[in-house]
């Protein structure tokens, strides 16, 4: 059995010399022979280990028992201990858990804690083949992806599952072979819990009435659906890259016309992805947000939705623009600066060639009615678009020259009050062009400006 662990864990990648492994330790059978084999392996390999109990506070005096037996283990084993002992009921009331995922939860953060403190560079749990049979069955019952359908990973980033190559059986052989004793969680024969439901009902009658190695079709399975995923998420990725770009907020936009050309199989996978790097977690990221997400493209301009860690995604012309909520819409404050200077000219017979420039502009002084401000845009602000006088809302403007909702406060404005004599540039207000009637011109030339007046 050890030689089984050894190759799984080489093929793996899980052990290295150097490593510094930080080991969880309940007392039960399976923590208990993850101990016994890193033992082995660190005889053999030079690693170090660190053993971590968390006391949960739940089982009165077998839960002391637990914690007693750990430390004698590890004494005898000249094995570092670090106890942690948490109120795992008070942590599920104050976060609105379960005990089984507050527990998670906290056995989690303590491994974490331990791991910075002492440089760790893995954390091995105790898992094996029934535990991801357990998990895979979970997760088919609650709805899940490819991700969930392939399990507990044998390693991802510290952690990792020594163990996930064998059986309950096959582990609790191994300790008895070798005359080492354990703990009993006595709760692990009770159903409270939805896993503990599917242990002691759902497994043992799927090997005892439709095949006996059910078990092991699944493992085998998710070993493949593991490596089907690793090969989607690839894929995905290349996808992924050429949707997406960021603005000078941040925000990510993932581009209509390109996310269009992604095989329908694979949409789901890139959304995901892009949801995660504009939320930085991946945790509550789920199928419910995808789907979301995929329905706004279909929407109209303008609509949004709210999504988890405070991310919001925006239908744009462009496509969807995720953005966290502390992202200003324009990505800079109005405090960046541009740089204006303007003059009052006389116009003469010979002023015939107007300036080509798209940031110098000449405007009919005489018309104008009151200061000339350099803004942004304010309610009430419109155009006039022809020579005949009709005019425009500037957001209708907006709206037919496809400028994204959030690049609209950046652009700068010349005002004449709310008529708008330039969006700089863009477009210049008809009624302030220079005819032949002009007898003044003011010049205004911009320099800081980009396409579509948007801010440097």
Aim: net charge neutral; charged share 30%.
């Amino acid at each position: 059995m050890y030689q089984r662990v050894r190759e799984y864990a080489a093929e793996h990648h899980m052990l290295q010399q150097s490593d510094i492994v930080i080991a969880g330790i309940s007392g039960g059978a399976d923590s208990i022979c993850l101990l016994f084999v890193l033992l082995e392996l660190k005889r053999e390999m030079g690693f170090t280990v660190t053993a971590v109990h968390v006391h949960h506070g739940l089982r009165g005096d077998s839960a002391d028992r637990d914690a007693g037996y750990v430390e004698k283990i590890c004494r005898e084993q000249g094995i570092e201990l670090v106890i942690f002992h948490e109120d795992v009921k008070a942590y599920a009331v104050q976060h609105k858990l379960t005990e089984e995922e507050a527990g998670r939860e906290v056995r989690r953060a303590a491994f974490l804690k331990v791991l910075k403190q002492k440089g760790g560079t893995k954390i091995a749990l105790a898992h094996h083949q029934n535990d991801n049979v357990e998990t895979l069955l979970l997760n088919l019952c609650r709805g899940t992806g490819l991700k969930g359908i392939g399990g507990i990973p044998p390693a991802e980033g510290v952690w990792i599952h020594p163990l996930l190559c064998l059986k309950r059986k096959e582990v609790e052989s191994y300790l008895e072979d070798r005359g080492i004793s354990y703990c009993t969680d006595e709760t692990n024969l009770e159903d409270g819990y939805a896993r503990n439901k599917i242990r002691n009902h759902v497994v043992p009658y799927l090997e005892s009435e439709i095949n006996v190695q059910s078990s092991d079709h699944m493992a085998e399975t998710m070993r493949q659906i593991r490596l089907l995923g690793e090969y989607v998420e690839s894929e995905a990725g290349k996808y992924k890259e050429a949707c997406i770009c960021t603005d000078g907020a941040g925000a990510i936009l993932l581009q209509k016309e390109a996310y269009r050309q992604v095989p329908e199989a694979l949409r789901p996978y890139v959304v995901h992805s892009i949801l995660c790097q504009s939320a930085g977690k991946s945790k509550d990221i789920e199928a419910v947000h995808v789907r979301l997400v995929r329905e706004l493209m279909d929407k109209q301009v303008g609509r949004r939705i709210s999504l988890p860690y405070g991310v919001t995604a925006g239908r744009c012309y462009e496509g969807i623009r995720f953005a966290k909520e502390e992202q200003k819409a324009g990505g800079k404050e109005e405090t960046e600066t541009v740089h204006i200077t303007s003059r009052v000219i006389e116009r003469t017979p010979e002023m015939r060639t107007f300036p080509k420039s798209p940031y110098t502009k000449w405007f009919d002084y005489d018309i104008i009615k009151n200061t000339v401000q350099m803004r942004h845009r304010e309610p009430g602000d419109y155009l006039t678009i022809d020579r005949d006088g009709r005019t425009q809302k500037l957001k209708q403007y907006f709206i037919n020259e496809k400028i994204p909702r959030e690049e609209r406060d950046r652009i700068w404005l010349v005002a004449d009050g709310h008529h708008i004599m330039w969006v700089v540039g863009g477009r210049q207000n008809q009624r302030y062009q220079v005819t032949g009637h002009t007898k003044r011109i003011l010049e205004i030339e911009v320099d800081g400006g980009e396409k579509d007046g948007r801010d440097c």
